[in-house]
């Protein structure tokens, strides 16, 4: 019997087929959204805020006492590394440098690994200039690049060093969309007279993956 030539219609039509049946399925689903290894997963807590009445164990964001510089953190702008500590030293009394986020800039944390459940960030900072925020944003990273980025809301300062309130970082939002176990974090100041400075930035709490 003599074979039928197969339209090139059909070709087209069962490759869309394959395709469809390749992103739709739970397996591909899971392997084009699930976030790639985090950058750094230490394990090492404190417990920094013990003075201010919060027992919580946190671990130190990688590069977050910028005594070291910001080689792992990405910043746009004027941020820069300078001389002038938070006042409380909680993270070493030898520490002697901090973060300047002046106007327009910005600096994102590298990608950390992180346990489900409720957590939260908690940092130093300081706003010398006119009223502003500071906003804080999680970037959920696939392994094709930024998935999503989040609303982790704002901190807001004095005119002198003060530890923030705890920015709840429900993970609601992050697990309904991906089951993901790394995020990186965005500081970028508000308004365009704000002279914001940020140290000894902490995540609670931390698990190994």
């Not at 130093?124 to 980025?149: D, E, Q, Y």
């Not at 176990?181 to 965005?186: G, K, L, M, T």
């Amino acid at each position: 019997m003599e074979a039928r030539p197969v339209r090139p219609s059909l070709i087209v039509i069962s490759a869309l087929a394959a395709m469809a049946v390749l992103l739709f399925t739970p397996a591909a689903k899971a392997g084009l959204l699930t976030t790639g290894p985090a950058a750094v997963c230490d394990t090492s807590v404190v417990q920094p805020f013990t003075p201010w009445g919060d027992q919580s164990s946190y671990v130190l964001i990688p590069g977050g006492s910028f005594e070291a510089g910001t080689t792992s953190w990405t910043r746009t702008g004027e941020a820069s590394i300078a001389k002038g500590n938070e006042t409380y030293f909680v993270h070493s009394t030898a520490d002697s440098h901090s973060l300047v986020l002046p106007p327009g800039s910005s600096v994102t944390t590298p990608s950390m690994c992180f346990a489900t459940g409720d957590w939260h960030l908690r940092l130093f900072a300081v706003n010398t200039g006119t009223p502003s925020s500071l906003k804080v944003t999680i970037i959920v990273r696939s392994l094709i690049g930024v998935l999503s980025v989040l609303d982790g809301g704002k901190v807001s300062s004095t005119g002198s060093w003060q530890p923030s309130d705890q920015i709840q970082l429900t993970l609601t939002n992050v697990t309904g969309l991906v089951g993901t176990q790394a995020v990186s974090f965005r500081f970028t100041p508000t308004g365009y007279s704000g002279s914001w400075r940020i140290d000894d930035v902490y995540l609670d709490p931390w698990v190994s993956t």
